[in-house]
């Protein structure tokens, strides 16, 4: 893909947000291209079913919400490459973005990245994934069908995912640090009715013990610092989201969470690059607030690209 | 060409033949091998002179999956003179199982 070829933009990432940018672009004429490393869909892909997403009443899951977002978007003559990025020049003139299957060039470019999950951050966690350590229970729940699985975190994923599990496995351990749950409340009655979940509460995962695989995990105690062990065959880390900004580090503005700053006009510190979805600072991330981001992109790079021509 | 759905006894014939072969294990219920089925598909087209690709339902062949040692899924194989190469384990991105089919390939 080595060629001359200008996009009108190029969209990094193929999540809600970014096919939404890519739709509303093309539906506008514009030249558009979606970069995305696997398939369409972003952490949305591997949700199960997605309940708040308004149109599909009966529920619709993530994967199949991702593909009907691709579709669409390619209906309207938008493409897709699937492609890693590894290096973007984005004050370039026009913007460059080089790739695992070469450079491709943009008049404007929209950072649809996402987050992925964050890590516990405790020894020997990324030698065991797959052995016992995993961060999406809807992926890889039925590997521990009647066995002891923790779950680490005290918002909806986790809650989500510990109901899930409860289901499947045959006792949940849900570890968090605060002394209650974070998740919204329809999450808590299932969760403290189910009879095979076990709360421990201002706990930390301190180790991970493991033969060939996990054995099971100590924890401390944040209030007495008691440290006590757990024996477990799997555990769910489910700790929050790290944004994908590693590539605009030094180029753009980010928080310290290292967000993108960028409002509800999307602009980023550079202009003709945009921040959509979860990547960008925001008090809302969900699927309905990152496609609505892709919108107001579109629109914004339509007024940019029309006052640099 | 699409990669192929097989069973026990065409994975044991397939290996054999003098192409080396990739193997993706999935099941229907795993959301990360949905995501990774369209770059997959891309693999099959772009490797169609070098691979034969193909998928095995570990739902399907419980027995052979466990032969092969596959404990989490999706786990891609490749296989060389009937024997595995080398693995990888729920890829990031595309550009990583080509990395993947690189290695294996120059071993």
Redesign the interface.
């Known amino acids: 893909m080595n060629n001359n070829h200008v996009y009108d933009m190029l969209v990094v990432g193929g999540g809600p947000g970014g096919y939404t940018a890519a739709l509303y672009a093309a539906r506008a004429g514009l030249d558009t291209i979606v970069l995305e ?5 972003g952490q949305m ?4 079913q997605i309940d708040n997403y308004p149109g599909f009443e009966d529920g619709i ?3 199949s919400l991702a593909e009907k977002m691709q579709k669409q978007a390619e209906r309207f003559g938008a493409r897709s490459e ?3 990025v590894l290096r973007m020049d984005l004050t370039a003139v026009p913007k460059l973005v080089e790739t ?2 070469g450079i491709f060039l943009g008049k404007t470019v929209v950072l649809a990245t996402g987050a992925n999950p964050r890590k516990l951050g405790v020894a020997r966690e990324s030698e065991l ?3 016992g350590v995993a961060y ?1 229970a ?3 729940g ?2 521990y069908k009647g066995k002891t699985v923790v779950v680490v975190g005290g918002g909806n994923s986790a809650a989500a995912d510990a109901l899930l599990l409860s289901r499947v496995a045959k006792k949940v351990i849900l570890v968090h640090r605060r002394d209650t749950l974070r998740a919204t409340k329809i999450y808590h009655e299932p969760l403290t009715q189910a009879e095979n979940v076990e709360f421990r509460w201002n706990s930390v995962v301190s180790a991970l013990l493991s033969g060939d695989r996990l054995t099971g995990v100590r924890l401390r105690d944040t209030v007495t610092g008691e440290e006590s062990v757990v024996d477990c065959d799997g555990v769910f880390v489910s700790v929050g989201r790290q944004p994908a900004t590693a590539l605009a580090v030094g180029q753009l503005e980010l928080d310290g969470g290292g967000y993108i700053v960028a409002g509800e006009t999307t602009e980023t510190s550079i202009p003709g690059v945009y921040a959509v979805g979860d990547v960008r600072t925001k008090p809302l991330r969900q699927v309905v607030t990152a496609v609505a981001d892709g919108a107001v992109a579109v629109h914004m790079a339509e007024k940019y690209i029309a006052e640099n021509r | 060409m699409a990669a192929m759905n097989m069973n026990q006894e065409q994975f044991k014939q397939l290996i054999r033949e003098e192409k080396p072969v990739l193997v993706d294990f999935w099941a229907p219920w795993c959301s990360y091998c949905r995501r990774i089925g369209p770059a997959y598909e891309k693999i099959g087209e772009e490797y169609a002179d070098s691979l034969a690709v193909g998928k095995i339902n570990i739902d399907e062949e419980p027995r052979l999956a466990r032969a092969e040692g596959i404990e989490d899924i999706p786990t891609l194989v490749l296989y060389r003179n009937g024997k595995a190469v080398d693995s990888i384990i729920a890829p990031g991105s595309k550009a990583e199982i080509d990395r993947f089919i690189q290695e294996a390939l120059a071993k």
């Open positions: 490393k696997l398939s369409a869909g892909a591997l949700t199960e899951d993530g994967f699937y492609v890693e695992s299957e994934v797959g052995r999406c809807a992926c890889d039925m590997f």
